[in-house]
T-cell receptor
Framework: AQKITQTQPGMFVQEKEAVTLDCTYD???????LFWYKQPSSGEMIFLIY????DQQNATEGRYSLNFQKARKSANLVISASQLGDSAMYFC????????????WGAGTKLIIKP | DTGVSQDPRHKITKRGQNVTFRCDPI?????LYWYRQTLGQGPEFLTY????????KSRLLSDRFSAERPKGSFSTLEIQRTEQGDSAMYLC??????????????FGPGTRLLVL
């Protein structure tokens, strides 16, 4: 079974609009972390934001915020005021404390920002 | 710049040849990871080091693959007798040993391998 599911293979969004990228996860470990990374066409994986399973507040980092709904096992990334430079692949990943620290990844969402 | 670096950035080789990739982690990070990423997919875990000790290897890491981190600093990933199915992006990441689920891995630019 997929542990990380990203249901949107691709999205087109108008510049300056907000965008939500979906991520659902599956784990029985009570302690886990959820991460979002951005991968531009150059290939480098860039860390964006982190949410811990015990965090009470949704994580925010500048224009990025994470809509964490623990009971629904979802961790959607919200990008406010999108910019052309946001065009990239976006990956959701999870690490379970019992997994020896490896990250488990979704298949990604390709985001294209239209001018 | 003190981020993770990888060398080479691109490698084209013929089937059957051996290739070696290098990764230099962020200097104070003693955890180092290798991942493989094929087109249109998320990365897949290959192996993980804490200092010089290789603590975990994925079943994806066949006998043709070997990774080392001899002095606990840089790491090398060698693929022997390359096959066309080895064509992929090889990503290296490093982290501080926080021992928590939130330990963040920082990635290098990757090495793109094409096996002809």
């Amino acid at each position: 079974a997929q542990k990380i599911t990203q249901t949107q293979p691709g999205m087109f969004v108008q510049e300056k609009e907000a965008v939500t990228l979906d991520c659902t996860y599956d784990t029985s470990d009570p302690s886990y972390g959820l991460f979002w990374y951005k991968q531009p066409s150059s290939g480098e994986m860039i860390f964006l934001i982190y949410q811990g399973s015990y965090d009470q507040q949704n994580a925010t980092e500048g224009r990025y915020s994470l809509n964490f709904q623990k009971a629904r096992k979802s961790a959607n990334l919200v990008i406010s005021a999108s910019q052309l430079g946001d065009s990239a692949m976006y990956f959701c990943a999870m690490r379970e404390v019992d997994s020896n620290y490896q990250l488990i990844w979704g298949a990604g969402t390709k985001l294209i920002i239209k001018p | 710049d003190t981020g993770v670096s990888q060398d080479p950035r691109h490698k084209i080789t013929k089937r059957g040849q051996n290739v070696t990739f290098r990764c230099d982690p962020i200097s104070e990070h003693n955890r180092l990871y290798w991942y493989r990423q094929t087109l249109g997919q998320g990365p897949e875990f290959l192996t993980y080091f804490q200092n010089e000790a290789q603590l975990e290897k994925s079943r994806l890491l066949s006998d043709r693959f070997s990774a080392e981190r001899p002095k606990g600093s840089f790491s090398t990933l060698e693929i022997q007798r390359t096959e066309q199915g080895d064509s992929a992006m090889y990503l290296c990441a490093s982290s501080l040993p926080l021992g928590l689920a939130g330990e963040t891995q920082y990635f290098g630019p990757g090495t793109r391998l094409l096996v002809l």
